[in-house]
């Protein structure tokens, strides 16, 4: 059975730091795609950064471009996404997500795009 599950978010000050981690049980990360998705209360679901499997492309909105950094932990079977000089407007429930074809590349503009097991997210606020 496939699941992933989200950690690191918290609560952090304007222009602080955290790491999100997406860890999977039932499969090898490394070997799909994974996206970061972020969804703030009244608004729609945002695509935040995707990375490919095996080290491909990775991806990022403008929105966090510059700020964000996707990487892979393959001896841990993790995803992190390291976000530094966050913002009150980063204040969201960040999802990781991954679909289930193997060795797949993400979309670069539609991060969801096939994305089909999802976590159930970790909360990051950060507070101006």
């Known amino acids: 059975q496939v699941q992933l599950v989200e950690s690191g978010g918290g609560l952090v000050q304007s222009g602080g730091s955290l790491t999100l981690s997406c860890t999977a049980s039932?499969?090898?990360?490394?070997?799909?795609?994974i996206g970061w998705f972020r969804q703030a209360p009244g608004n729609e679901r945002e695509g935040v950064s995707c990375?490919?499997?095996?080290?491909?492309?990775?991806y990022y909105a403008d929105s966090v471009k510059g700020r964000f950094t996707v990487a892979r932990d393959k001896a841990n079977n993790t995803v992190y996404l390291q976000m530094n000089s966050l913002k009150p407007e980063d204040t969201a429930t960040y999802y990781c997500?991954?679909?289930?074809?193997?060795?797949?590349?993400?979309?670069?503009?539609?991060?969801?795009?096939?994305?089909?097991?999802w976590g159930k997210g970790t909360l990051v606020t950060v507070s101006s």
């Open positions: 039932g499969f090898t990360l490394d070997d799909y795609a």
């Open positions: 997500a991954t679909d289930s074809r193997r060795y797949s590349d993400c979309h670069p503009t539609k991060f969801d795009y096939g994305m089909n097991y």
């Open positions: 990375i490919s499997s095996s080290d491909g492309d990775s």
